[in-house]
């Protein structure tokens, strides 16, 4: 069940439509931005570090840092705030996990008989 907030506050997020009468033609809180930007800059930075191609103008860079910054925003509101996502990253990164059980099975292929078959 989806419940909308009591507070006016949480209800309208902090957006920039653009000059009156001209809005963009995406809406994005101002948290997305410097998200955005902060990516793609590190994009750039590990092309230019790695021997990898860069090109002019970078769209695939801009491609993945728009794919990036939307998989993120849409985990990131005003109750759970960036620096919580990145601490629940990390915590899940360095949690113990349970050792498999199980035994390994070795599959040969010296057992299977194939037959030859007519296409009529």
């Known amino acids: 069940m989806l419940l909308c907030p009591d507070d006016d506050v ?11 009468g001209m809005t963009l033609p995406w809406t994005a809180r101002y ?5 955005w930007l902060v990516l793609f800059v590190s994009i750039l930075l590990v092309e230019a570090g790695l021997p990898m191609h860069v090109s002019v103008p970078p769209v695939w860079e801009l491609v993945f ?3 990036a910054t939307y998989a993120l925003t849409g985990v ?6 960036l620096a919580s996502v990145w601490h629940l990253v990390r915590a899940e990164a360095g949690a113990p996990r349970a050792r498999k059980s199980g035994h390994r099975v070795a599959v040969g292929t010296r057992k299977i008989r194939v037959r030859e078959r007519s296409l009529l």
Not at 10 to 20: K, M, N, Q, T
């Open 31 to 35: 948290s997305a931005y410097s998200i």
């Open 65 to 67: 840092s728009v794919l």
């Open 10 to 20: 949480y209800r309208v997020d902090a957006v920039w439509l653009g000059p009156r």
């Open 76 to 81: 990131i509101d005003h109750d759970r705030p």
